[in-house]
């Protein structure tokens, strides 16, 4: 071994490093043979020891004992501490889950309880919507229907999608009105002067509603109810332009 | 309660450094506690011995245990030990600490250590008139104005009792590269501690400090 060979392994020879025994042994041989070798070896060996005292004097230091309780301090004033164990991780997504399904629930039972009162009207509404529509209908709507050639007088019997409107409907009042009106039941209109049917239809007019002693069925041919005699009955005068009575029909 | 506490505390001191990281990180206070006391030691010892400021290793001692709190979950075991870890992240803040005081002085030349470097083998013994406890404080001056990137290899190695692979883990480079810095910063200590030579001395300790050829 020469000594630059010996340079490269003096540090490890000195701090008692683990090498190879055949180096190790060349390495002292060197030292033995070689003076300046040896005090490197010297020097060594005594950075050795002074570094070795400065570390076993350091060896007791800590840091002071209030770090310890800031970092404590730290760590419980987290916001995103994670619960400890798993049982009461779980038992947290439990409340979790059984909270949102009461709020579902909640919010469920709370949407059908709120849309109850406008679901009746519709669905009796929808049910009654071949009936007539007699208050309703305005003048120029009565007179649409007349001037129809080949429609069926019978209101009863046409249907009327155009009047029925979901969002009046939705208001009780509007339903209670719409109820009333959908279950009246009428006649057909009866001439009440030799106009023919025709010219009904062409010339229009205007309806009013009257009511009549139920005896006056008999004068237009219609069955009266002996029981109900006393009883009025409602009705419909269909005046024409010249304020006369063309035609009439009863309304139950 | 003190006793329960205690007594849970003794029973975590079981526990490997991996795991309590992991308790620690679920919220377990204890844990954090008990891997604390086991490795605050270091990481103080490790910013001192860098530093050589009481006030810089208590700070650094505290920001890497609330870097563990926040970031704790980057570690990885695969990787190294959660010491290593705990001494990497103790490089950094320190570093950072040194940088930002003005006391870590740029890294020098290397031309400059081996004209130190080769001044070393001389028949002058640094040590020997020294008492221990001047010893001691000689070779902590000595430690402190050592270069960084050496500075930190003779800590870590010398001081530390750290191996050469966990060393490497560490500062991030190969183990190779730790063995040339710990014996070039050996080096540079000697030459540190060496007292200055006598005017009549230069002359011989020139010529002394010629390589043998044996």
Redesign the interface.
Known sequence: M???RFE?VV?ELA?GQMMAAEQRSEALE?SD?????A??L???Q??????????S???S????RE??A???A???A?EV????TRRRSSSRYWLAAIAAMLLIAISVVVFRWSNRPADAPRQAVKQDQPQPQINDKSNEQLAQDVEKPGVDDSLPQRPKPRRVHPVSLRRPDNAAVANHVTKEIATDFIPLSYMSAASLQQEGGQIIRVQLPRSALANFGLPVNMDRYNEKVKADVLYGVDGMARAIRFVQ | MTTGLNRRMKLKSDVNDNELLR?M?????EA??VL??RR??S???FA??MSGSRSI??DV??EV??FL?REGHIFDASKGTVGAFLLGVARVYVRRRLRAEHRLEPLGDDSDDDDLFMQ????V????DLT?AE??D???KA?LSLPPKYREV?VLC????VSYGETAEILGCAIGTVRSR??RG?AL??AK?RPAPDVEETGAATV?SA????
Do not use: W
């Open positions: 020469n000594c630059q490269t540090s701090r060197h043979v070689c003076d300046d070798c005090a490197r010297s020097d060594e005594m950075l050795t020891l002074g570094l070795q005292s400065l570390a004097e350091m060896e230091l800590e840091a002071p770090i310890e800031k970092l404590l730290a760590f419980r987290r501490v994670v619960p400890i | 308790l990180l679920a919220g377990d206070e954090l506690s604390y006391r605050q030691g990481v103080y010892r001192l011995q290793a208590e001692t505290q245990f609330l709190m070393v083998t001389t028949d013994c640094p040590l020997e221990r010893t001691i000689s070779v902590r430690v003779v010398e001081l530390q009792d710990l014996h050996r200590l000697l501690l002394k390589r043998c050829f044996a």
